[in-house]
């Protein structure tokens, strides 16, 4: 591949990632955020497993059209994921003001890897409902078999995020452009593994 082959398929890329990102927060601001963050993260995602890096193929009339597809249906399933959140996030802080108790230091660990449980839940369904025309009840069971299938993917998927809330809380013009779409995008590559089992269980059915 030539140099300039190369730095075309680059700026190809940091494009796609930037529109999507820019989707992104449009779609959430247009929900009022309490309402649209679910929706536009489903539409975004979407969108890149269906036209991947074809930036011809990305429009904000489409995106429109999927964000409203199913929109309080959608607001329903993500806030399911992030109630359960915040009521966990709530009982650590809790926990925190609890002193000298061995009981409270492993009530604390359990409660941090439910919060990473219910994580990991949320966006691998988001995944496999935007990958597969599948039931978001199916798509919990999944996601939970693809949360303890592979300890290392797993492993790397926590080390991913937490890079990039790191690099966001760094560079705050991050959140902005770049990564809502980076890391959808490499939610979907760090999910291809997953997919590809599902696909062989399917042929075989």
């Known amino acids: 591949m030539s140099i300039g082959r190369a730095a075309d398929k680059i700026f190809t890329r940091v494009f796609i990632v930037l529109i999507m990102s820019v989707y992104f927060w449009i779609y959430t601001v247009a929900g009022l955020v309490i309402f649209g ?27 429109w059209h999927r964000f409203k597809t199913n929109f309080w249906q959608i607001n329903l399933h993500a806030w399911l994921f992030i109630g359960a959140g915040a ?3 709530y009982n650590l802080y809790l926990s925190t003001q609890i002193r000298g108790a061995y009981w409270v230091i492993f009530s ?4 941090v890897f439910a919060l990473l449980f219910d994580f ?4 691998f369904t988001l995944m496999l409902r935007s990958h597969y025309d599948v039931a978001f009840k199916d798509a919990i069971k999944l996601a939970i078999v ?7 993917q797993l ?6 995020t937490a890079i990039m809330i790191m690099i966001s809380m760094k560079w705050p013009g991050m959140i902005l452009f770049m990564s809502p779409g980076i890391y959808m995008v490499v939610a979907d590559i760090l999910s291809k593994h997953w997919y590809e ?3 062989q269980m399917l042929g075989a059915a």
């Open 37 to 63: 963050i679910g929706p536009a993260a489903r539409t975004v995602t979407e969108m890149y497993m269906d036209k991947e890096w074809d930036y011809r193929l990305y429009s904000f009339k489409d995106g």
């Open 108 to 111: 604390q660990f359990i409660i």
């Open 155 to 160: 492993l790397v998927f926590v080390v991913m």
């Open 87 to 89: 009521i966990l996030a």
């Open 146 to 152: 693809q949360f303890f299938n592979n300890f290392m």
């Open 120 to 123: 990991c839940l949320a966006i």
């Open 197 to 199: 089992k599902i696909d």
